[in-house]
T-cell receptor
């Protein structure tokens, strides 16, 4: 069965360190997204990609970067982790809206704690 | 920018009763999708129901139905015959290219 996996599921790091969260999907979807979930804010979009070598900033992109070198993977990098980036991070993928359902398929989330 | 508002941070319903969760959104677009996702304690995001904006007929999935009012930019979710397993966070989402979510409503189901 196709799926979307995130790793690590739990990560504790220190302020100032670089952190990369991995996301791998086997749906062969063009669209991939990174969200963060915080109490009272729901899910907020960090970055997204509509295909290989395409990346776009979401509503809370400061301090984060992504790169898309193939269809399956969209790693999220925190260049210098800050305590404000403590959160649960979700990766998701979808078909293109044109001819697709638009439904997002989510990973299980990665809980990041920055001390 | 599109925004999604869920005005009810928490809701409670008696088992077997009906509950309605509210959602409003702001957009200048005419074509878009609307979704309700459920997030149980497992943290997994699960699609509950989807509505295409060009369709006037309200979507229905078993015990779940929506009241889509395009002119009012309102998209409420009705859960009929509530079950204990319906207890979760519910997120309303708007999609036109990327997908934006509301802050969520925590639903408690009382036995």
């Amino acid at each position: 069965d196709a799926e979307i996996t995130q790793s690590p599921r739990h990560k504790i790091t220190e302020t100032g360190r670089q952190v990369t969260l991995a996301c791998h999907q086997t749906w062969n979807h063009n669209n991939m997204f990174w969200y963060r979930q915080d109490l009272g804010h729901g899910l907020r979009l960090i970055h997204y990609s509509y295909g290989v070598h395409d990346t776009n900033k979401g509503e809370v992109s400061d301090g984060y970067s992504v790169s898309r070198s193939n269809t399956e993977d969209l790693p999220l990098t925190l260049e210098s982790a800050a305590s404000s980036q403590t959160s649960v991070y979700f990766c998701a993928s979808s078909e293109s809206l044109a001819g697709g359902t638009g439904e997002l398929f989510f990973g299980e989330g990665s809980r990041l704690t920055v001390l | 920018a599109q925004t999604v508002t869920q005005s009810q941070p928490e809701m409670s319903v008696q088992e077997a009763e009906t509950v309605t969760l509210s959602c409003t959104y702001d957009t200048s677009e005419s074509d878009y999708y609307l979704f309700w996702y459920k997030q149980p304690p497992s943290r997994q995001m699960i699609l509950v129901i989807r509505q295409e904006a060009y369709k006037q007929q309200n979507a229905t999935e078993n015990r779940f139905s929506v009241n889509f009012q395009k002119a009012a930019k309102s998209f409420s979710l009705k859960i009929s015959d509530s079950q204990l397993g319906d207890a979760a966070m519910y997120f309303c989402a708007y999609q036109n290219n990327d997908m934006r979510f509301g802050a969520g409503t925590r639903l408690t189901v009382k036995p």
